[in-house]
């Protein structure tokens, strides 16, 4: 069962009782220097947020990034298992998460003890998990994968070796179709890349024929037969940037729009619809963090992201085996 969506609230008493200055651009940036700090933000945060960081990207980029930080404290723009995978390649850096509500509900549909059964009943099967996971489950995996690199990486395992590909059913299936691989899925998903109209999109296209679709893989089936370029986050962005097509429908979380925008100004960008009128392309657990949060977290130095040294450990082997795999 999956958990639901967090409603995105304002902001408590107690914070709002907080001194927060006039400028949080300024200040953040003021005690950026002061705490020797990096700030790593997801595509799909707001549009200010992507603004003051140092390193945007996907999460195999954000990874990477976070690899190669130098930083005392790494400031994480995203979401809570963005900010583990961040703190298991950095153990002894200060991970800090603006608000440590904004989780994600594919990680939520893939409980650690259930798939540690799961994966009891199947002894003979790598694990392949997708980034958007627990620590847990990662400690509970043999290699990680982003979607930009996850059909590579399947490439890389021998034929004959079983695979249990968790926790997104809809990559698993994308990857099978490219790979020709018949792997286990687990059955989770993002209530951002399911809620996707086919209908509202056929309609939109209808009206913007000249636009390409271009479509994440967490996305439905019936939602990427309609898309002339499927791609990661990143894979996406410079799709956009190489093309000739001066529109584009995109399928994935709005946030991402921002930079597309950025780097394509003379372009057009046109959001996909959700099956309702909800602004649903926008992931609830991303919008949690905000300006305010951010200055706060930097300034009280909270919230921390703390694993079990165990947990951090075990999880730490399937990230550097992507990684890895992802050089290779």
Same mark, same amino acid.
């Given at each position: 069962?999956?958990?639901?969506?967090?409603?995105?609230?304002?902001?408590?008493?107690?914070?709002?009782?907080?001194?927060?200055?006039?400028?949080?651009?300024?200040?953040?940036?003021?005690?950026?220097?002061?705490?020797?700090?990096?700030?790593?933000?997801?595509?799909?945060?707001?549009?200010?947020?992507?603004?003051?960081?140092?390193?945007?990207?996907?999460?195999?980029?954000?990874?990477?990034?976070?690899?190669?930080?130098?930083?005392?404290?790494?400031?994480? /723009?995203?979401?809570?298992?963005?900010?583990?995978?961040?703190? !298991?390649?950095?153990?002894? =850096? @200060? *991970?800090? #998460?603006?608000?440590?509500?904004?989780?994600?509900?594919?990680?939520?549909?893939?409980?650690?003890?259930?798939?540690?059964?799961?994966?009891?009943?199947?002894?003979?099967?790598?694990?392949?998990?997708?980034?958007?996971?627990?620590?847990?489950?990662?400690?509970?995996?043999?290699?990680?994968?982003?979607?930009?690199?996850?059909?590579?990486?399947?490439?890389?395992?021998?034929?004959?070796?079983?695979?249990?590909?968790?926790?997104?059913?809809?990559?698993?299936?994308?990857?099978?179709?490219?790979?020709?691989?018949?792997? /286990?899925?687990?059955?989770?998903?993002?209530?951002?890349?399911? !809620?996707?109209?086919?209908? =509202? @999109? *056929?309609? #939109?296209?209808?009206?913007?024929?000249?636009?390409?679709?271009?479509?994440?893989?967490?996305?439905?089936?019936?939602?990427?037969?309609?898309?002339?370029?499927?791609?990661?986050?990143?894979?996406?962005?410079?799709?956009?940037?190489?093309?000739?097509?001066?529109?584009?429908?995109?399928?994935?979380?709005?946030?991402?729009?921002?930079?597309?925008?950025?780097?394509?100004?003379?372009?057009?960008?046109?959001?996909?619809?959700?099956?309702?009128?909800?602004?649903?392309?926008?992931?609830?657990?991303?919008?949690?963090?905000? /300006?305010?949060?951010?200055?706060?977290?930097?300034?009280?130095?909270?919230?921390?992201?703390?694993?079990?040294?165990?947990?951090?450990?075990?999880?730490?082997?399937?990230?550097?085996?992507?990684?890895?795999?992802?050089?290779?």
């Amino acid at each position: 069962m999956f958990l639901t969506a967090p409603k995105v609230e304002q902001l408590d008493r107690q914070v709002l009782q907080n001194s927060i200055p006039r400028d949080l651009f300024k200040a953040i940036a003021d005690l950026k220097k002061d705490l020797n700090a990096v700030i790593l933000a997801h595509y799909y945060q707001d549009p200010d947020l992507q603004d003051i960081a140092d390193y945007i990207g996907d999460s195999l980029g954000l990874s990477q990034a976070a690899v190669n930080c130098q930083a005392d404290v790494i400031v994480f /723009l995203g979401v809570h298992f963005m900010a583990e995978t961040a703190k !298991i390649l950095n153990p002894n =850096k @200060l *991970v800090l #998460l603006p608000d440590l509500d904004a989780g994600c509900s594919l990680a939520d549909s893939c409980p650690p003890d259930r798939f540690a059964k799961f994966k009891a009943e199947h002894p003979d099967h790598m694990v392949i998990s997708y980034i958007n996971c627990s620590a847990d489950i990662k400690a509970l995996s043999d290699i990680i994968c982003t979607s930009a690199n996850a059909v590579a990486i399947v490439n890389q395992i021998p034929k004959d070796q079983p695979i249990i590909f968790a926790p997104d059913r809809n990559l698993g299936r994308y990857v099978i179709e490219q790979t020709g691989r018949d792997m /286990l899925l687990w059955d989770g998903a993002c209530i951002v890349h399911e !809620i996707f109209s086919e209908r =509202k @999109l *056929v309609q #939109l296209k209808l009206s913007h024929p000249e636009a390409d679709i271009i479509a994440h893989p967490e996305c439905e089936a019936n939602v990427l037969r309609h898309a002339d370029f499927i791609g990661s986050t990143t894979g996406l962005l410079k799709y956009v940037q190489n093309s000739d097509r001066q529109e584009f429908i995109v399928v994935t979380e709005s946030g991402v729009i921002h930079q597309m925008q950025k780097a394509s100004p003379s372009k057009k960008f046109i959001p996909a619809p959700p099956n309702s009128n909800c602004a649903c392309n926008e992931c609830p657990y991303m919008r949690l963090n905000t /300006l305010e949060k951010v200055y706060l977290a930097m300034k009280n130095r909270s919230p921390e992201i703390i694993l079990d040294e165990s947990i951090r450990q075990a999880a730490l082997k399937p990230m550097q085996r992507m990684l890895e795999m992802s050089f290779s």
